[in-house]
């Protein structure tokens, strides 16, 4: 019995494996891809949803009713925090984030660019759904949009100078 279920794992494995794909060897191939992949429904089997409602439908369709009665009876900022690096990852791997997909173009469209950002809006807009409160999209958007000047401003800020030259300005 252990060795069917060895060979098995071994086969998905191998199968995952053989069918990733090669990165772009150029960025008009990465742009033709990239094209193709922001209109797809699905990508790698995955369906990817269209626009925030969409999502909330197939988050519904995925969650089973015990784990989604936990999740909405938990507060927003302990969701957040503690889902990032499970749904959320589940999130921003499978829904195209990186590699951009239909549904990270209508996030961008919105104001979000980071996947973090994106996952974790989806986390908190998602439990707001359930619990019958207003989304608040736009102060959502602001507000991550506003943490990431913040994090450049304060990362330019400790930034070091590694050569600096000065020229001289010759007279004609």
């Known amino acids: 019995m252990n060795t069917k279920i060895c060979l098995l794992f071994c086969l998905l494995i191998g ?21 193709k992949r922001i ?20 988050l519904n369709r995925l969650i089973d009713r015990k784990s989604k009665a936990k999740f909405k009876n938990r507060s927003e900022s302990e ?13 921003i791997h499978n829904w195209g984030f990186y590699g951009g997909s239909r549904f990270s173009t209508y996030l961008n469209q919105i104001g979000l660019n980071h996947p973090d950002d994106m996952a974790k809006f989806i986390i908190v807009s998602y439990h707001r759904n359930l619990n019958r409160q207003k989304l608040k999209v736009k ?22 100078v590694i050569h600096e030259e000065k020229r001289k300005r010759t007279k004609q």
């Open 15 to 35: 199968s995952t494996v053989t069918f990733a794909q090669n990165p772009p060897s150029s960025e008009d191939s990465y742009e033709k891809e990239y094209q």
């Open 39 to 58: 209109k797809k429904e699905r990508l790698y089997g995955v369906y990817i949803p269209k626009d925030l409602a969409d999502s909330f439908i197939e």
């Open 79 to 91: 969701v957040a925090r503690k889902l990032h690096f499970s749904l959320g990852r589940w999130i």
């Open 139 to 160: 102060e959502q958007v602001e507000a991550f949009q506003a943490q990431r000047a913040a994090e450049e401003a304060e990362r330019k800020k400790k930034a070091k």
